[in-house]
């Protein structure tokens, strides 16, 4: 007997905080049909970030943001994390394309392999930030080409 197969099994799940553009967001959703939730939409706004961080772990998704202050592992543990994508400087029509064009190939199709990382884009390079055996924070740089 054949079992379906879902074609979207593996890939990342976000939640977006009230930091990501709208039109990144409505980009990733009608060009590149992404499975995001935003704050907004479930009335989750002016709320602190470490709601979002729960939140978004409660709803087994990445979040989606671009802010910085997530990147502090006392405030925001890598062990209660399902995953947290910071987009570095995206600032104009040029970035968002170049970062939903990226998200998608590279980011979306792995969750499997990041699941509970911080990772953070830049235009040049990923800085990925996970666990290792022994539990300390490990930070690992790699370029884009």
Known sequence: MKTKRNKHAGRVKF???ENIDLAFI??????????????YELGHVRREDL???R???????????????YLNHSR???NQTYGIVILNALS?????????LW?????????????GTKIVVY??????????????????VLPLN
Not at 26 to 39: C, G
Not at 92 to 100: E, H, N, T
Not at 103 to 115: G, R
């Open 123 to 140: 235009r040049d390079h990923l800085e990925i930030y996970y666990l290792d055996e022994t539990g300390k924070v490990v930070k690992q």
């Open 103 to 115: 998200l998608t190939k590279h980011i979306i199709p792995s969750k499997n392999e990041i699941e």
């Open 26 to 39: 409505n980009a990733l959703k009608q060009f590149h049909h992404v499975n995001i939730k935003t704050a």
């Open 92 to 100: 104009g029509a040029l970035d968002i394309g170049y970062f939903s």
């Open 15 to 17: 939640y977006a905080d």
């Open 55 to 69: 939140e978004s772990a409660r709803l087994k998704r990445f979040l989606l943001t671009s802010d910085r202050d």
């Open 51 to 53: 709601f979002h961080f």
């Open 76 to 78: 925001f543990p890598l």
